[in-house]
């Protein structure tokens, strides 16, 4: 009993994405350190749009929610 409930609270951790506010800052999972977070647009249907600060306001990224993570 205890296992099958162990595997459904790991599937349902599993589907879980981190709330990515627009504003927020993230970063990719292989992003030099030198270079600075992005900062989120929107995020929608498992996409989000980011951009760097420096690039301007017309300038951004389509990546997948899955890829990004809080910049600490």
């Known amino acids: 009993m205890a296992t099958s409930l162990q595997r ?11 709330l990515l506010r627009p504003g927020c800052f ?3 999972p292989n992003q030099p350190r030198d270079l600075p977070p992005f900062q989120v647009i929107q995020c929608r249907g498992g996409r989000c749009w980011v951009r760097q600060q420096s690039w301007g306001n017309l ?3 389509e990546v997948a929610h899955q890829q990004l993570s809080t910049a600490a």
Do not use: D, I, K, M
Not at 8 to 18: G, T
């Open 8 to 18: 459904r609270n790991n599937l349902r951790s599993s589907n879980v994405v981190e």
């Open 26 to 28: 993230v970063r990719l």
């Open 59 to 61: 300038v951004h990224w």
